[in-house]
């Protein structure tokens, strides 16, 4: 993934990701299932300035950082 300045890589079925070069341990590793990819969406969110909060049922995403 590629945008604005911002290069994340991802290796499906590894709990690693690179942003900008630089190692993130994951919670949760990217998958191919279905012919689907599912990435970790707090990763790629807060690494284009947003927010993902979370509760029992709900999911909240913001558009700043704070």
Same mark, same amino acid.
């Given at each position: 993934?590629?945008?604005?300045?911002?290069?994340?890589?991802l290796?499906?079925?590894?709990?690693?990701a690179? !942003? /900008?070069? @630089?190692?993130?341990?994951?919670a949760?590793q990217a998958?191919?299932? &279905?012919?689907?990819?599912?990435?970790?969406?707090?990763?790629?969110?807060?690494n !284009? /300035?947003? @927010?993902?909060?979370?509760?029992?049922?709900e999911?909240?995403?913001? &558009?700043?950082?704070?």
């Amino acid at each position: 993934m590629e945008g604005e300045g911002i290069e994340i890589v991802l290796t499906i079925d590894k709990k690693e990701a690179y !942003v /900008n070069g @630089k190692l993130h341990t994951l919670a949760a590793q990217a998958v191919f299932r &279905d012919s689907r990819m599912s990435v970790p969406v707090r990763l790629v969110l807060e690494n !284009v /300035n947003m @927010k993902v909060l979370f509760d029992d049922e709900e999911i909240f995403i913001t &558009d700043a950082v704070e």
